[in-house]
C-alpha cells in the first residue's frame, strides 16, 4: 500500500485547496529572495515560524485541552496520518528554513519555489482534472498533476533563480520526480531538497 493510500479518505478539492494556500504564500519567499532581500531577514522569520509551528506541535500533544482546541480548528484539514504525527505545515517551513540557511541564494531560491508552487500544483491540478471528469479525488499521484508541478517548477526556477533552460529543466524534474514517488519522507521536505541540492550542484 502506497503512502497516499493510506490517507484515506482523501480530503475534498476545496479543503486541499485551502490547504495548499499555506504553500502559496509562500511563493513571496522565492520572489523577494531573487529580488536580493537579505537572508539574514529570511532566516529569522522563518526560523521564527518554525520555533512557533514546534510550539504548536509540542502543546497539542502535552495538553489534551490544546489538542482538541487544535482538532477543532484544524481537524477538517488535516490528512489522517498527522493527527498523530508533525504535520506537512511544519515540515514545510522546516525545509524552507533550511533551505535558506543552508544552501547558496540560487539554489535556495530554486528550492523555496518548488516547495511553495510547484508541488501544490501537483495536488490542485490532480484533483481538479478528477473533479472536471466526475471522479472521486486520487489516492495516487496523476499525470496531470506530475505535469504541473514540473512546468510549474521548471516556469518559476528559470525566471526567478535564473538558471539556465536545460539546468531548471533538471531541478524542475527531480522535483517532480520526488514528487511523485510514493516515499514515507513527506513531500514538503522531499521536494524542497531535491530541488535545491540540485541546484546547488549545478550552480
Avoid: Q
Amino acid at each position: 500500500m502506497t503512502r497516499r493510500a493510506k490517507d484515506s479518505p482523501s480530503l475534498p478539492l476545496r479543503r486541499e485547496a485551502v490547504r495548499k494556500a499555506l504553500h502559496l504564500s509562500l511563493v513571496a519567499l522565492p520572489v523577494l529572495y531573487s529580488r536580493g532581500v537579505a537572508r539574514d531577514v529570511l532566516v529569522l522569520s522563518l526560523g521564527g515560524g518554525v520555533l512557533l509551528a514546534l510550539a504548536v506541535e509540542s502543546a497539542r500533544r502535552a495538553s489534551p485541552h490544546i489538542g482538541a482546541g487544535f482538532e477543532r480548528a484544524f481537524g477538517t484539514l488535516l490528512r489522517e496520518r498527522e493527527r498523530a504525527a508533525v504535520t506537512g505545515a511544519t515540515w514545510l517551513l522546516a525545509a524552507c528554513f533550511a533551505a535558506v540557511l543552508a544552501l547558496p541564494r540560487e539554489a535556495a531560491v530554486a528550492a523555496l519555489w518548488c516547495a511553495a508552487a510547484g508541488d501544490p500544483a501537483a495536488t490542485l491540478v490532480g484533483r481538479a482534472t478528477a473533479a472536471l471528469r466526475g471522479a472521486a479525488a486520487p489516492l495516487t499521484k496523476t499525470p496531470a498533476g506530475s505535469a504541473a508541478c514540473f512546468i510549474t517548477s521548471l516556469a518559476g526556477t528559470w525566471a526567478l533563480a535564473p538558471f539556465p533552460l536545460t539546468a531548471a529543466a533538471l531541478i524542475a524534474l527531480l522535483a517532480t520526480l520526488v514528487e511523485r514517488l510514493p516515499l514515507s519522507l513527506d513531500d514538503n521536505l522531499r521536494v524542497p531538497a531535491a530541488a535545491g541540492v540540485t541546484a546547488w550542484l549545478l550552480s
